[in-house]
T-cell receptor
């Protein structure tokens, strides 16, 4: 079982360019999340989706957008990347929202120059 | 405000016991998670405490005191593979997880 996958593994992106980070889970989990992890800081929630067709804003949503067209996929888009978006991005899923155990993908390391 | 505090780094010896503390201030508490994260990898679930007390799971145990806003993760019989960061997370009033910055545990032979 794949669990939760992310693509790409890493990416270098020029400032001002757009980018979509992909996330797919095969566990039929209702809830999905996008976090960023920066050195010295805890994981910070960017956006979440409690169920297919719905999304919500987390702690640091500015500059990012998401969609949840189906249960399995939860892509994260950076419309116009800035250097401060350099980070490691983790996608996660859980059977129910937030307080259920979350299962994380392997992460995408993004560098914006 | 909402805050999760844990030590930045701890060092322990192989075979010993270590306790990693976490204090939290959140406006809506619904439980406390501990995750393990090896360098360059994703966090993986260790434990979830909702009620006060100690929950044991093999070499790892987790404790919660709701009245004190305090939790700890206890690791026994430390092995080199336990070298990792340990993340504490609690829920806020919107039931979203608030994460601590993590405690990097270094195990020495």
């Amino acid at each position: 079982t794949a669990g939760i996958t992310q693509a790409p593994t890493s990416q270098i992106l020029a400032a001002g360019r757009s980018m979509t980070l992909r996330c797919t889970q095969d566990m039929r989990h209702n809830a999905m999340y996008w976090y960023r992890q920066d050195l010295g800081l805890g994981l910070r929630l960017i956006h979440y989706s409690n169920t297919a067709g719905t999304t919500g804003k987390g702690e640091v949503p500015d500059g990012y957008s998401v969609s949840r067209a189906n249960t399995d996929d939860f892509p994260l888009t950076l419309a116009s990347a800035v250097p401060s978006q350099t980070s490691v991005y983790f996608c996660a899923s859980s059977p129910g929202p937030h307080t259920d155990t979350q299962y994380f993908g392997p992460g995408t390391r993004l560098t914006v120059l | 405000g909402q805050n999760i505090d844990q030590p930045t780094e701890m060092t322990a010896t192989e075979g010993a016991i270590v306790q990693i503390n976490c204090t939290y201030q959140t406006s809506g508490f619904n439980g406390l998670f501990w995750y393990q994260q090896h360098a360059g990898e994703a966090p993986t679930f260790l434990s979830y405490n909702v009620l006060d007390g100690l929950e044991e799971k093999g070499r790892f145990s987790s404790f919660l005191s709701r009245s004190k806003g305090y939790s700890y993760l206890l690791l026994k019989e430390l092995q080199m593979k336990d070298s990792a960061s340990y993340l504490c997370a609690g829920t806020d009033s919107n039931y979203q997880l608030i994460w601590g910055a993590g405690t990097k545990l270094i195990i020495k032979p």
